[in-house]
């Protein structure tokens, strides 16, 4: 049943990832940015895969597709960073409405990756603030998913000249690392006080025929 679950949750990932990616092929091609290309590179794509990742009610998926959703099409090609200076995308002017743009998109990844952790917690009593690995993986996550944003001469170069690779490596790169934080924080256990395999070695020894003991 288990095996089954994450199956069918596999394919409402892919489903919703393809058509993200089936959203941001048309910007590339038509490179036109008017309210057309908003329904079809940015507003379809988040109903539509909100509404498939429902339908598995699994809500740390759901939060995890919402966080990365606003990093795909921050840049290139959507440029949702720009859209207050549609049909006109520029990329480093106007400054301030571009910057107001980057806070939002920024903020909203940073919500959604708090909430998916959040959820995949609800099996433990252990608080967020109390996970250390768990804050530090997230953490990298987030900076690895704007990673082109860091003001440094070789990581702007090689955007400069290999956007494409560059943005793919980072975004694999961020989905594997919250991707263990969500591991490590579905498996926090505790136990007086407690976490990790610590708490649930100490549970099992007074209890070793109830694993069930572990979780609150």
């Not at 921050?74 to 743009?101: A, C, G, K, N, Q």
């Not at 560059?166 to 490590?184: G, H, M, N, P, T």
């Not at 007074?206 to 979780?215: G, K, L, V």
């Given at each position: 049943?288990?095996?089954?679950?994450?199956?069918?949750?596999?394919?409402?990932?892919?489903a919703?990832?393809?058509?993200?990616i089936?959203?941001?092929?048309?910007?590339?091609?038509?490179?036109?940015y008017d309210?057309?290309?908003?329904?079809?590179?940015?507003?379809?794509?988040?109903?539509?895969?909100?509404?498939?990742?429902?339908?598995?009610?699994?809500?740390?998926?759901?939060?995890?597709?919402?966080?990365?959703?606003?990093?795909?099409?921050?840049?290139?090609?959507?440029?949702?960073?720009?859209i207050?200076?549609?049909?006109?995308?520029?990329?480093?002017?106007?400054?301030?409405?571009?910057?107001?743009?980057?806070?939002?998109?920024?903020?909203?990844?940073?919500?959604?990756?708090?909430?998916?952790?959040?959820?995949?917690?609800?099996?433990?009593?252990?608080?967020?603030?109390?996970?250390?690995?768990?804050?530090?993986?997230?953490?990298?996550?987030?900076?690895?998913?704007?990673?082109?944003?860091?003001?440094?001469?070789?990581?702007?170069?090689?955007?400069?000249?290999?956007?494409?690779?560059?943005?793919?490596?980072?975004?694999?790169?961020?989905?594997v690392?919250?991707?263990?934080?969500?591991?490590?924080?579905?498996?926090?256990?505790?136990?007086?006080?407690?976490t990790?395999?610590?708490?649930?070695?100490?549970?099992?020894?007074?209890?070793?025929?109830?694993?069930?003991?572990?979780?609150?």
């Amino acid at each position: 049943m288990v095996g089954r679950a994450t199956f069918y949750d596999f394919l409402a990932v892919l489903a919703a990832s393809l058509i993200v990616i089936a959203g941001l092929l048309y910007a590339e091609v038509t490179g036109v940015y008017d309210s057309t290309t908003f329904l079809v590179s940015v507003a379809l794509p988040l109903i539509l895969g909100s509404a498939i990742l429902l339908v598995r009610k699994n809500l740390t998926l759901l939060f995890a597709f919402l966080a990365y959703f606003w990093t795909v099409i921050d840049d290139r090609p959507v440029f949702f960073d720009s859209i207050l200076t549609w049909p006109e995308v520029t990329r480093f002017h106007p400054f301030l409405p571009r910057l107001f743009m980057n806070i939002v998109i920024h903020a909203l990844t940073a919500l959604f990756l708090y909430l998916a952790i959040r959820e995949s917690m609800k099996v433990t009593s252990v608080r967020i603030r109390n996970a250390l690995g768990v804050i530090i993986l997230t953490s990298a996550a987030f900076v690895l998913a704007y990673a082109q944003n860091i003001p440094l001469d070789a990581i702007q170069s090689v955007v400069e000249t290999s956007w494409y690779p560059f943005d793919l490596a980072e975004k694999l790169a961020s989905i594997v690392f919250f991707y263990l934080a969500v591991r490590q924080a579905m498996n926090l256990k505790t136990s007086k006080g407690q976490t990790g395999p610590v708490a649930q070695a100490s549970t099992l020894l007074h209890n070793p025929h109830d694993e069930t003991t572990c979780f609150d």
